[in-house]
Structures are given as C-alpha cells and as structure tokens.
Nanobody, 118 residues
Framework: QVQLVESGGGLVQAGGSLRVSCAAS???????????MGWYRQAPGKQRELVAI???????NYADSVKGRFTISRDNLKSTVYLQMDSLKPEDTAVYYC?????????WGQGTQVTVSS
C-alpha cells in the first residue's frame, strides 16, 4: 500500500505562485511499481479533472488550461512530486489531489485547498 500526503496549498492573489507537494510513503515494493504520479483538481460543483501527470520515464502531460503556467516535477529519492503553479487565476481555485497509479492500484491523497483571490 501507498499513502500520499499533500501539502503546500493556501490562499494567494491572482498572478501569484504556489507550490504543492505530494509525498508517497508505505511499502517500498508498492512505491517502485508506481508508473505515474499526477495532480487532479476539483472545484465546487465541478467534476475532478486532470491537471498534470509525470510518468516513470520523466515525460509529462498537462491540461490545456495550465500549460505554460504549471510545472510538475519529482524527486525520486524523496518519493515526492511537486506542482509549481505560477500566474495563478481565480479559476484555478480548487481542491488539488495527488494521484499515483501502478498496474494494479490507484492511490489518492486527501487533497489540499488552493484558493486564488481576484
């Protein structure tokens, strides 16, 4: 089993920046089977949506709405994934969830609130 713990959310003004982190812990055998880690977000009244993914080989994928503003990265030694969010907009306000996928399992963190004021 893998546990994901997010941190770093908060309140920021439009145009500002935040970095959220997701630390994976648990069984080493489970962690090394993770193929991708990513960030999703869910705004009030909306469905959860993909924000960014980073794959085992280091390749990344972003939602069109965040391309050029958000950057996903990882520290393999710390089993941690980061999402650097720049030029934040009020429409980026949501609960941000960390996700990790292996061939057999799909893990989620508890979420961290990001609020962007106009």
């Amino acid at each position: 089993q893998v546990q994901l713990v997010e941190s770093g959310g908060g309140l920021v003004q439009a145009g500002g920046s935040l970095r959220v982190s997701c630390a994976a812990s648990g069984s080493i055998l489970s962690i090394i089977t993770i193929n991708e880690m990513g960030w999703y977000r869910q705004a009030p009244g909306k469905q959860r949506e993909l924000v960014a993914i980073i794959y085992r080989n280091g390749s990344t994928n972003y939602a069109d709405s965040v391309k050029g503003r958000f950057t996903i990265s990882r520290d393999n030694l710390k089993s941690t994934v980061y999402l650097q969010m720049d030029s934040l907009k009020p429409e980026d306000t949501a609960v941000y969830y960390c996700n990790a996928k292996s061939r057999q399992n799909d893990y989620w963190g508890q979420g961290t609130q990001v609020t962007v004021s106009s």
